[in-house]
Structure formats: C-alpha cells, structure tokens
C-alpha cells in the first residue's frame, strides 16, 4: 500500500515518493501525520456515506466548496473513518444555520448509539444537554454543575444563569 501525506492546508494527498516534496524525516511525519490513502469502496467510507448521504453525493468535489454544515460533517465522517472509541467535538454547531444543528447533533447521537463514546465541548447548553446523557457546565474555567444531563435541564439555577430561562416556581 503506498503512503500519502496529507496536507493541512488544501486538504488533498500528496505521495511522499514526490520528488518535490522530498522524503520526509521523522519529525515531518510526526508533524504532519502519514496516512494510508483511503479504500474508498471500503466498509468504513460506506457507513460515513450511509450516516451523512450529502457527502456521497458530494465526494468528487473539493471540500472547500462544501456548505459549513456539509463540512462539518466532512470533519466528522473523517473521524470516523479512524474507528475511534472516543470523538472529541469542539463546537461542531458553531457557524451553522439552524437547519444542519439539528441535522448534526441527530448524527452525533447516531454515531453514539452505534457505540462511538462522544465528549462534546458546545456553547449551545440546552442542544448539548438535550443529546447527552451527562453534562458538565464550566464557569470561568471551572466545573460550576455536573449531573446526569436531563438533571442540568431541570436545575433551576442551570436553567437561569446558563439557558437563559426564568425559575419554573
């Protein structure tokens, strides 16, 4: 099987057996991370297809010119092409409309039902709370509330000073 690196920058694979880019030393590939190309026929990729179809359709265009929704899901579905047990998501509903929110978070409860363990850091608490099933909410860098998820979003304290909601009493 031939290696690739791959590039940060424009996201597409270049062989290392380039002659411009040379052969790279340890600390490159540590650096930039080498990477077997993709079978893109292969079980994995079908399974990301099947979990987000818009990128099977999408596949032969370059993922700059993706929606930031259908990028998202590029980012993810790359992820998971890597078989993790555990996903680390940094904001992935950061920048989307409203529509792809609710599109995304459906898949991330997806592919943790399927038995990937999810550790999402998200500024939008209730959708957060809503999809989770233990949430742990940060106040100037420190835990202020942790509980099981649907606790939080009855914790009248949680719901004033973090979702924005007046007291139910």
């Known amino acids: ?4 690196l791959q590039t940060v920058g424009d996201g597409g694979w270049h062989s290392k057996a380039d002659p411009e880019a040379g052969e790279p030393g340890t600390g490159e590939i540590q650096r930039t991370g080498v990477f077997s190309k993709p079978d893109l026929s292969g079980p994995r990729v079908c399974q990301v297809f099947s979990l987000f179809p818009v990128l099977k359709e999408r596949q032969k265009q370059r993922a700059g010119t993706l929606s930031s929704g259908e990028q998202q899901m590029l980012a993810i579905g790359r992820a998971l092409m890597l078989e993790p047990e555990l996903l680390l998501l940094d904001e992935p509903s950061l920048g989307l409309s409203p529509n792809y929110v609710d599109i995304l978070f459906e898949k991330i409860k ?3 039902r ?5 550790l999402l850091v998200e500024q939008n608490a209730r959708m957060a709370l809503e ?3 233990r949430g742990y909410v940060f106040e100037i860098g420190k835990i202020a509330f942790q509980d099981e998820a649907k606790n939080l979003l009855e914790n009248d304290e949680v719901r ?3 979702l924005g909601e007046r007291s139910l009493i």
């Open 110 to 112: 997806e592919i943790n």
């Open 131 to 133: 999809y989770a099933d």
């Open 1 to 4: 099987m031939q290696e690739y």
């Open 160 to 162: 004033k000073s973090f």
């Open 114 to 118: 399927d038995g990937t363990a999810i």
